[in-house]
Nanobody, 123 residues
Framework: VQLQASGGGLVQAGGSLRLSCAGS????????MGWFRRAPGKEREFVAA????????YYGDSVKGRFTISRDNAKNTVYLQMNSLKPEDTAVYYC?????????????????WGQGTQVTVSS
């Protein structure tokens, strides 16, 4: 499974960005998909997840109400719409997927990771 994240960039506080993650290598709709982020000097943080059909989502507390995860299985792509961005959202954002055997709601763990896309929010 290969995941390719894109869409990061530099944005002012209060602005928006939409990240995309294109998947390949297996039936994309087979599992939950997630987004994580890592800020400099901090631990990796869970951001959002979406179930395989796209009917259920959940979010980390720090992004609830501002970020929206969605997926288009026909395009093998998962999205993260980020609104009302804050400087503390600055991080490298990663998309991830579990193996089918470790999938669940939530998954036991994530096994496939994209290369990350940098999001920088200026104050």
């Amino acid at each position: 499974v290969q995941l390719q994240a894109s869409g990061g960039g530099l944005v002012q506080a209060g602005g928006s960005l939409r990240l995309s993650c294109a998947g390949s290598g297996r039936t994309f709709s087979a599992t939950t998909m997630g987004w994580f982020r890592r800020a400099p000097g901090k631990e990796r943080e869970f951001v959002a997840a979406i179930n395989l059909s796209g009917t259920s989502t959940y979010y980390g507390d720090s992004v609830k109400g501002r970020f929206t995860i969605s997926r288009d299985n026909a395009k093998n792509t998962v999205y993260l719409q980020m609104n009302s961005l804050k400087p503390e959202d600055t991080a490298v954002y990663y998309c991830a997927a579990p193996t089918v055997s470790r999938d669940g709601w939530p998954p036991i763990g994530y096994d496939y990771w994209g290369q990350g896309t940098q999001v920088t929010v200026s104050s």
